[in-house]
């Protein structure tokens, strides 16, 4: 699914026009991304945890030539979903 798919169907089901759907898609999407910059943790009940975790330095692998490379440490965002959408999927 699109962006674009994804804010049809919620104006389709929240009765909004799509330039409201899209609004509002933008405006879940900045509040999840500035919650996870400060706290570093997003619980949506019965959807998913959303973490940032620290990911370690680790050395690799061009798999192209084989030669050594150095992978650097960064952060990372993990979802685990929920109970009600485990059961959904099911």
């Known amino acids: 699914m699109t962006k674009a798919e994804l804010v049809g169907m919620m104006a389709e089901k929240a009765n909004l026009t799509k330039a409201d759907a899209e609004r509002a898609l933008k405006y879940f999407l900045d509040a999840v991304q500035e919650t996870l910059v400060n706290e570093g943790k997003l619980t949506l009940t019965g959807f998913g945890t959303f973490t940032v ?28 979903p929920g109970k009600d959408l485990k059961d959904a999927i099911k």
């Open 53 to 80: 975790e620290e990911r370690q330095a680790r050395d690799g692998r061009n798999p192209r030539t084989g030669e050594k490379l150095s992978i650097p440490a960064c952060k990372v965002v993990k979802f685990r």
